[in-house]
């Protein structure tokens, strides 16, 4: 880089991180479908939380809800191309039927964090295959509402920006470690 006497260089600066929130099928029922399983959070107050969380550790995410698997598939495949760095993803139940959805997911280039607001790996049979989580860097499953927000700081921090939030975090679970 070439500069003149008494000019003032910026560096560029990282822009920061936005992250592409996904929920799929029946989500949007979060609150009122079998409370017992999916808790009585609704997927907006999920969203809003979210919002909250990246905010303010220094990033943003765009959250999206659709029924429609060919909705789900392209904003996943074209994350990448509209400036999102990662992707974090509820695909419900597609997570045992859409090999679209993982291909997609692959296809992307970004790391993407598969979250379940119930334990798949301990309910019905079908739902203990995944082919999304083939995909993905980590899943995050069981913690009701609070799985996308332990998958967002977890992507947050593998995106290279350990938010401020997470470390801060990490410093009391290690200090709370059972003896």
Known sequence: MTTRPGE????????????LVVSGPNLQLLGHREPE?????????IHARLTEVARGDGASVVARQSNSEGELVTWVGEAARDGFHGVL?????YT?????????ARACGLPLVEVHLSNPDAREAFRR???V???AIAR?????????????????AHLGRPAPRA?????VAVLKKPR
Do not use: C, M, Q
């Open 167 to 171: 470390r801060a975090r990490a410093k």
């Open 140 to 156: 995050v499953a069981g913690f009701g509402w609070r799985s996308y927000e332990l998958g967002l700081l977890g992507l947050l």
């Open 129 to 131: 295959r995944s082919f």
């Open 133 to 135: 989580a083939r995909a």
């Open 96 to 104: 045992h039927t859409s090999i679209a959805l993982f291909d997609a």
């Open 89 to 93: 993803i509820n695909p419900g139940a």
């Open 8 to 19: 003032v260089v910026s560096l560029p600066r990282r822009e920061p991180p936005r992250v």
């Open 37 to 45: 399983i999916y808790g009585a959070t609704t997927l907006d107050e």
